[in-house]
């Protein structure tokens, strides 16, 4: 894959016989030029899919929801205006990724289980007659069972397909012959007729035997192009790719929460009631904890005070804020002289005058506070003991605190995080959380829903 700067676009379609298949199987880089712009674009489509498929999954979705997900997810991301582009936005991406999440042995790792996991779903969607094509295009070599040896087993794979409510078999169906102990899944739910050692694999069953081998070609894929990246790439590419390929793992892909379009001005009057009821945890922690001891370290500083911003403080009442609250510790004179700056600083006032932007979810889970510190994510940086004390003060039930201290210690810090919000406003948030400033504005909208039902129905009974 050669990155340009020109239109240049060549296309390019996968097709194998007669099917044409909608599935990459992304067995060698496209040799195909790329526009920059369409690099990084293309990869950011791609991984919008990725993560809520990571979500869905860390959610315990089942197989049916997670196949609708994964349809409705890619139709709504992984379009292209131009037909004959599909293909090789899907392609580009997928490699563009691999680049991206070659890096670390926690990035391949995710990135190897989501993409079988999407790849598992699109294969799930597809015909047979596609299915067919696609293990040829693989070279799996499973004997296809002969018409004289599928008459001899009719009876037999006829009852088991019975006992798993599968399609019976017909003479002009297609059944597989596998070593057994490679399709464990299928033996292990008896779903599949076994003699002699082999399976007799359904051609709706494939799946079980596709996915061990896209995933292990995967992941051999992702340790060669580590050391591509490592030996080459990354010194080759180091004005150009590397930036935009070193950012893309960490990136936050929502919208812009730099200033406060959507929420309109934050005032002083209400800062105490909105904390209370709409911040996420990581920023009520701050504010607390700032009201409690009229200090915060920088990092606190930073992540608040940028929240605040994002949130619609005007500058004059952030100094203010501010400034009544570190007072009390340091003195208004010293304020002035020492944390003032920082505080016009953050809002494009001081300094290189650059309007700083709130930090997304990633950004704060990735920090790392020290001794003192209060910034960062609490589902990622608090003890459980610390974690349970503060949703319980959030006003999260015992139940549901159960399973958001789960998803906290599996390190779903984001979705500890939406189960929250959902515990505390009693609605969904199907998209996730990913920005603080996000939490905020989707509560404040929520509670001005219920604001607006409680006034409605209580005109009614009037
Ligand atoms: Fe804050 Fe994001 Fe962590 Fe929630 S997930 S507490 S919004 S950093």
Known sequence: ????????????????????????????????????????????????????????????????????????????????????????KDIISHFVLRLVYCRTEELRKWFLSIET???RYRFRLESSDVHRALMTELGIPYKVVTNAEFEGLKDKLTQVARSVSQPLPTSDGTY???????????????????????????LNQVVSFIIPHFRSHLSKALVLTNRKWTSMIREQEKDRLTPI???????????????????????????DQVARTAFPLCMRHLF????????????????????????????DDALAFWKAEFSQKVGAERFD????????????????????????????ILSTPGVGDHH?????????????????????????????????????YQLACTLTYEAVHGSSCDAGINHPNQYLSDSQKTLEAKKLSTQTSFTDVQ
Not at 337 to 362: F, L, M, W
Not at 401 to 407: G, N, S
Request: net charge positive; charged share 30%.
């Open 1 to 88: 894959m050669e990155v340009v700067r020109s239109q240049k676009k060549p296309s390019s379609a996968f097709a194998s016989a007669d099917v044409v298949s909608n599935i990459p199987l992304y067995r060698s880089p496209p040799t195909l030029e790329v526009r920059l712009e369409d690099f990084e674009r293309f990869a950011v489509d791609r991984l919008l899919v990725l993560r809520r498929i990571s979500d869905g999954l860390a959610r315990g979705k089942k197989p049916d929801e997670m196949e609708k997900l994964v349809n409705d997810l890619w139709k709504a991301n992984m379009r292209h205006p131009q037909a004959s582009e599909v293909i090789n």
């Open 117 to 119: 996991t999407l790849f």
């Open 176 to 202: 597989y012959k596998v070593p057994f102990e490679e399709v464990p899944e299928l033996v292990a739910s008896r779903r599949v007729f076994i003699q002699k050692g082999y399976a007799y694999v359904a």
């Open 245 to 271: 390929v070193e950012a893309l793992s960490t990136s936050y892909l929502g919208p812009d929460y730099s200033q406060a379009k959507e929420l309109g001005e934050m005032s002083l009057k209400d800062i």
């Open 288 to 315: 607390d904890t700032l009201r409690e001891d009229h200090h915060l370290k920088h990092g606190g500083r930073m992540q608040l005070g940028l929240f605040l911003k994002g949130a619609g403080l005007k500058l």
């Open 337 to 364: 002289k020492e944390y003032a700056y920082g505080i016009r600083h953050n809002y494009g006032k001081e300094g290189k005058r650059t309007d700083y932007t709130p930090y997304s979810c990633q950004k704060i």
């Open 376 to 412: 960062g994510c609490p589902y990622r940086h608090f003890s459980e003991e610390n974690l349970r004390a503060a949703l319980g003060k959030m006003g999260v039930s015992s139940r549901a605190l159960d399973d958001v201290i789960e998803k906290a210690k599996t390190k779903h």
